[in-house]
T-cell receptor
Framework: KAGVTQTPRYLIKTRGQQVTLSCSPI?????VSWYQQTPGQGLQFLFE???????NKGNFPGRFSGRQFSNSRSEMNVSTLELGDSALYLC?????????????FGEGSRLTVL | GENVEQHPSTLSVQEGDSAVIKCTYS??????FPWYKQELGKRPQLIID?????GEKKDQRIAVTLNKTAKHFSLHITETQPEDSAVYFC?????????????FGKGTKLSVKP
């Protein structure tokens, strides 16, 4: 069974640009969450989607947005990039219906903002 | 909202010794507490979790204890091995959130010296 796939794995942008990151969850998983990981702040929750609906949103500015498609694939977008947006963005999927609680993480997209 | 504090931030032990990592949470309504292990350059992976109706859970060399009254939970690793070296994150489900919406502690870097 294929794991969670994130693309691109690495990207470099400049301040003011925007970026779109993609996540394909494990087949059959309908819940997708996004986290930002930085050395100083650890793992911070961005948003969670289930059946194309945003269920929860973390404490991030409106420049961070996301969506989920009917095939459960998800994208997140960051507009007007700032230096502080440099981070590893992790996507995770889970099988909420079974209530296992386990999040399966992708390898992440490492964003560098210059 | 929910806040999770994790201590210590770094922990160094000799191979064979035990390691204990402690976390406290702020919202008494939180009912699910997972622990994730992240090896260098890899994705976080669930190693053990506990729900609020259970006080202790074991899985081979790993155990987690939960004290709901004091609002803290701990990870215990016995007979540590070099492959246990990693960053460990505790987490709690945010109030009103689901299992995809975790609030993480800032992590503990465990080093096991051979």
């Amino acid at each position: 069974k294929a794991g969670v796939t994130q693309t691109p794995r690495y990207l470099i942008k400049t301040r003011g640009q925007q970026v779109t990151l993609s996540c394909s969850p494990i087949s059959g998983h309908r819940s997708v969450s996004w986290y930002q990981q930085t050395p100083g702040q650890g793992l911070q929750f961005l948003f969670e989607y289930f059946s194309e609906t945003q269920r929860n949103k973390g404490n991030f500015p409106g420049r961070f947005s996301g969506r989920q498609f009917s095939n459960s694939r998800s994208e997140m977008n960051v507009s007007t990039l700032e230096l502080g947006d440099s981070a590893l963005y992790l996507c995770a999927s889970s099988l909420i219906e079974r209530g296992t609680g386990e999040l399966f993480f992708g390898e992440g997209s490492r964003l560098t903002v210059l | 909202g929910e806040n999770v504090e994790q201590h210590p931030s770094t922990l160094s032990v000799q191979e064979g010794d035990s390691a204990v990592i402690k976390c406290t949470y702020s919202d008494s309504a939180s009912n699910y507490f997972p622990w994730y292990k992240q090896e260098l350059g890899k994705r976080p992976q669930l190693i053990i979790d506990i729900r609020s109706n259970v006080g202790e859970k074991k899985d081979q060399r790993i155990a987690v204890t939960l004290n709901k009254t004091a609002k803290h939970f701990s990870l215990h690793i016995t007979e540590t091995q070099p492959e246990d070296s990693a960053v460990y994150f505790c987490a709690a489900v945010a109030p009103g959130g689901s299992q995809g919406n975790l609030i993480f502690g800032k992590g503990t870097k465990l080093s096991v010296k051979p």
